[in-house]
């Protein structure tokens, strides 16, 4: 598997920032598909580091109701956002990635 096609993108929260600094530890949102050792080497060969752990998790979409005026008729509907992958990489002492420039320090 390619690795420019497994990650999505990193994800940026306030719990993942505190996690960067203390334990090194960077969330990305993955491609369904990709298992725990796609995610390594597609993290270290993107970034330029070493990848110590690899935790996944499968996150369900949300169902969304929707109600709407129509010609003076009320129409409801609903719908689902799609399933998606997260992933959060632990990288090994002495590396870090600096997502918000996309540079490896």
């Given amino acids: ?8 993108r990193p994800l940026f929260t306030e719990k993942m920032t505190q996690l960067e600094d203390v334990e090194r530890k ?3 949102q993955v491609i369904s ?6 995610i390594k080497n597609a993290v270290e060969k993107k970034f330029d580091v070493e990848v110590q752990k690899v935790a996944t998790m499968n996150r369900l979409g949300k169902t969304k109701d929707m109600t709407m ?3 003076g008729r009320t129409i409801r509907t609903s719908g689902k ?3 998606w992958k997260k992933a ?3 990288l090994k002492e002495g590396f870090t990635i ?3 420039r996309g540079d490896v320090a």
Wanted: a neutral charge; glycine letters at 4%.
């Fill in 1 to 8: 598997m390619e690795y420019n096609n497994t990650i999505i």
């Fill in 26 to 28: 960077y969330a990305f």
């Fill in 33 to 38: 598909k990709a298992n725990k050792i796609d």
């Fill in 69 to 71: 005026k129509s010609g």
């Fill in 81 to 83: 956002r799609s399933d």
């Fill in 88 to 90: 959060i990489v632990t």
């Fill in 98 to 100: 600096d997502l918000m």
